[in-house]
C-alpha cells in the first residue's frame, strides 16, 4: 500500500516538473514583453531628452514625426496579427496602440503644463503592466500545464484505441464498409 502511494506520488512530482517546451513559451513570452516595455522606456526618454534640448516649435514637428512612426508600427503589428491570425501579436498590437494614443497627448500635456513627468509615468506605468503581465501569464501557463498533465484522461483515451466500439464490432463495421464500397463499384 505505501509502496503504491509512494510511486502515485513520484508520478505526480514528474508530471509537475515542465517540460522543456513550456518552459521556452514562458521564456519567449517574458522576453517579448521586456522587449515592449524597453522599447516603450526607450521612445520616452528619447522624447523626454528631445524636449530638453529643442526649441518648441522643433519639438512639435518632431513628436508628430514620432507619433506618425508609432502608428505606422502599431498598424504592422496589427497587419501582422491579422495575417498570422495570432491573438497574442493582436494583443501587443492594442497595448502599443494605447502607448501611442499616450504619446498623441504629449504636445498638449507639455505645452500647458510644460512637465516631462507626464510621460515617464506612463512609461513606468507601461513598465510596471509588462512586469505584472510576465509574472500572471507565467503563472497560468504553469498552472494550465500542471494541470493539464497530472490528469490521467490523455493515458484512458490513448488505452483505448478502437474508442467505443470492441474489436468484433470493428471488424464488422469494416466488412460491411468493404461490402458497400465493392456494391458502389459495380
Known sequence: MKNEELSFEKTIE???????EVKDSIITLTFFNIIMAII??????????????MKLNSFYTYIKFIQMILA???????????????FKIGVYGIEYAIFSIFVLYIPYIYATKGSIY????????????YVAKSCIMSVVYRNNYIKNNISDVKEIVKDEKNGYLDEESAKTLKEEKNSNNKEKSK
Do not use: G, Q
Not at 514528474?14 to 522543456?20: A, D, T, Y
Open 118 to 129: 507626464y510621460l515617464k509615468n506612463v512609461a513606468l506605468l507601461f513598465s510596471l503592466y
Open 72 to 86: 505606422i508600427i502599431t498598424v504592422v503589428i496589427f497587419e501582422v496579427s491579422y495575417r498570422k491570425d495570432s
Open 14 to 20: 514528474e508530471r509537475k516538473k515542465l517540460s522543456p
Open 40 to 53: 516603450m522606456l526607450i521612445t520616452s526618454l528619447i522624447i523626454n531628452i528631445s524636449f530638453d534640448k
